[in-house]
C-alpha cells in the first residue's frame, strides 16, 4: 500500500531518538521507535540493520483510511445537573458510548468545564466523535 500523505517527525532526547511514522488522512501514528543516539547516527552514516530500543506497531486497520471528525451533543441527568469532578466524566463518558451513532468513537476526555453546557435549565454535555472511513467514501 502506498500513503500519499505520510509524515514523519524525529525527535532527539538525551536517553534516545524517536521517530513516529504518521498516517496523515488517518490522522494515526502507526509507528513509533526509539534508538539509541550511537546508533542512529550509525543508521544516519549509512549502517544498514541498526538495533533499536523499541518499536511500536500499531492501528494498522486504520491505515489508508480517512479520518472523519464532527460533534456529539447530549443531555445529562437531572441527578447529575451540578455534579463535580471524577463522578461527572464518568456519567459523561458512559453516556457518550451510549450516544454515539454507531461506527463512531467518542473522544473520552471531559477534561474541563467547556465540554458541558448549561441551556434551557438542563445540562448537556458535548465531545469530540470519530471514525475512519475508506478514502474513497470520504465525505
Sequence with gaps: MRLENAEL???IRDDAVHIEIEDGD???TFVEV???????????GRLGHVP???CEVRALDKIGTKMEVDKLEFQMPKSNAFELGDAK????????LKSCPKGWTPDQ?????????YEGGHEYAQCTIRRWVDREEAT
Design 109 to 117: 476526555s471531559y477534561s474541563t468545564q467547556t465540554y458541558f453546557i
Design 26 to 28: 488517518a490522522a494515526v
Design 89 to 96: 466524566r464518568l456519567t459523561a463518558r458512559m453516556l457518550s
Design 52 to 54: 533499536v530500543i523499541s
Design 34 to 44: 526509539a534508538v539509541s543516539p550511537e546508533k542512529f547516527v550509525a543508521a544516519l
Design 9 to 11: 517527525t524525529i525527535s
